[in-house]
């Protein structure tokens, strides 16, 4: 599952992939309402589970320049780390707001870490769609074409799904041709691994 603090609590080094870190999501934070002080000095918090299958918990304390992070540290003893906001202009002269890199300062919208917070570059980190080989990326990207249009499962094989009451044509057609594209991406690669899989075992 995705989202904040979720993750392995993996120590820098030990993977390389987004999915096995431990992440703080700006733009969750903000869909939980997780920004916004608390009047009366409370301090709202987030939970997740940890290896060893207990929760951990982890204070948050919003404020105009940044958010201060707030949690327990093997003593018991409370310890806080604080990550600053940076900003970035949208088109239409409006302003977007990231999380500033405790590492390297760079905008980031999600960091990774338990005892230190850093983006993605600093960590090294890469998602693990990016180990996927090309035509696995394809086929991906079909299914999730044909679950927008309304197919279930995992059906790649029959006809492209017909279009939805309330889509727009040039958005269906537009879908459409996307996926005919990826299916022969896919199948090509896929063509590529048998005969890759068929060399091998006459090899033997």
Same mark, same amino acid.
């Given at each position: 599952?995705?989202?904040?603090?979720?993750?392995? +609590?993996?120590?820098?080094?030990?993977?390389?992939?987004?999915?096995?870190?431990?992440?703080?999501?700006?733009?969750?934070?903000?869909?939980?309402?997780?920004?916004?002080?608390?009047?009366?000095?409370?301090?709202?918090?987030?939970?997740?589970?940890?290896?060893?299958?207990?929760?951990?918990?982890?204070?948050?304390?919003? +404020?105009?320049?940044?958010?201060?992070?707030?949690?327990?540290?093997?003593?018991?003893?409370?310890?806080?780390?604080?990550?600053?906001?940076?900003?970035?202009?949208?088109?239409?002269?409006?302003?977007?707001?990231?999380?500033?890199?405790?590492?390297?300062?760079?905008?980031?919208?999600?960091?990774?870490?338990?005892?230190?917070?850093?983006?993605?570059?600093?960590?090294?980190?890469?998602?693990? +769609?990016?180990?996927?080989? +090309?035509?696995?990326?394809?086929?991906?990207?079909?299914?999730?074409?044909?679950?927008?249009?309304?197919?279930?499962?995992?059906?790649?094989?029959?006809?492209?799904?017909?279009?939805?009451?309330?889509?727009?044509?040039?958005?269906?057609?537009?879908?459409?041709?996307?996926?005919?594209?990826?299916?022969?991406?896919?199948?090509?690669?896929?063509?590529?691994?048998?005969?890759?899989?068929?060399?091998?075992?006459?090899?033997?």
């Amino acid at each position: 599952m995705g989202g904040i603090g979720s993750g392995r +609590s993996h120590h820098l080094g030990a993977a390389d992939k987004c999915e096995q870190w431990r992440s703080i999501d700006l733009a969750h934070l903000k869909r939980m309402g997780l920004l916004k002080p608390i009047a009366g000095g409370r301090i709202k918090a987030i939970v997740w589970k940890n290896d060893q299958g207990r929760f951990d918990k982890l204070g948050i304390i919003p +404020s105009p320049g940044g958010i201060r992070f707030v949690k327990r540290d093997d003593e018991g003893k409370l310890a806080g780390m604080f990550v600053a906001y940076t900003h970035t202009a949208t088109m239409f002269s409006g302003i977007r707001k990231w999380f500033a890199c405790p590492g390297c300062g760079r905008p980031a919208r999600v960091l990774y870490g338990i005892n230190s917070l850093r983006c993605r570059r600093c960590r090294g980190l890469k998602y693990a +769609s990016q180990s996927e080989a +090309s035509h696995r990326r394809a086929q991906s990207k079909s299914l999730s074409i044909r679950r927008r249009v309304g197919t279930s499962g995992s059906n790649l094989n029959g006809p492209f799904p017909p279009k939805p009451p309330k889509m727009r044509w040039a958005t269906y057609k537009r879908l459409r041709a996307l996926d005919a594209a990826l299916q022969d991406q896919w199948l090509l690669g896929a063509a590529g691994d048998l005969g890759r899989l068929q060399s091998r075992v006459k090899r033997r």
